[in-house]
């Protein structure tokens, strides 16, 4: 069974892409962010504040993207962040990052 898993692409005002993640992010769903992110090229927001939930999988393809990724996420993600390693490759934001919004 697939775990529930929202992707809602956007643009900050700046242009900058911008996807809004929710739910839970695991070895189900997960293909389905992979090519949310597959899908573009450059720069990328990832606002992971609506996830509840994110596995090995999820990192893994997080990862596999650290070069082009700043992410907006709740302290629930925070220590998965670190512990895992991924905090030291991308820029992280916790949810008082007041970056312009779509």
């Given at each position: 069974?697939t775990?529930?898993l929202t992707l809602?692409?956007?643009?900050?005002?700046?242009?900058?892409?911008?996807?809004v993640?929710?739910g839970?992010i695991d070895?189900?769903?997960v293909?389905?962010?992979?090519?949310a992110?597959?899908?573009?090229?450059?720069p990328?927001?990832?606002?992971?504040t609506?996830?509840?939930?994110?596995?090995?999988?999820?990192?893994s393809?997080?990862?596999?993207h650290?070069?082009?990724?700043?992410?907006?996420?709740t302290?629930?993600?925070e220590?998965?962040?670190?512990?895992s390693?991924?905090?030291?490759?991308?820029?992280?934001?916790?949810?008082?990052y007041?970056?312009?919004?779509?």
């Amino acid at each position: 069974m697939t775990t529930p898993l929202t992707l809602t692409p956007g643009r900050r005002p700046d242009g900058t892409p911008r996807l809004v993640v929710g739910g839970e992010i695991d070895m189900s769903n997960v293909a389905s962010l992979a090519e949310a992110l597959d899908g573009g090229s450059g720069p990328l927001v990832l606002d992971l504040t609506a996830v509840e939930y994110l596995d090995s999988a999820g990192l893994s393809v997080l990862f596999g993207h650290a070069e082009r990724l700043e992410l907006i996420v709740t302290p629930l993600l925070e220590p998965v962040l670190t512990v895992s390693g991924l905090s030291g490759l991308v820029t992280v934001h916790g949810l008082d990052y007041d970056a312009p919004q779509p």
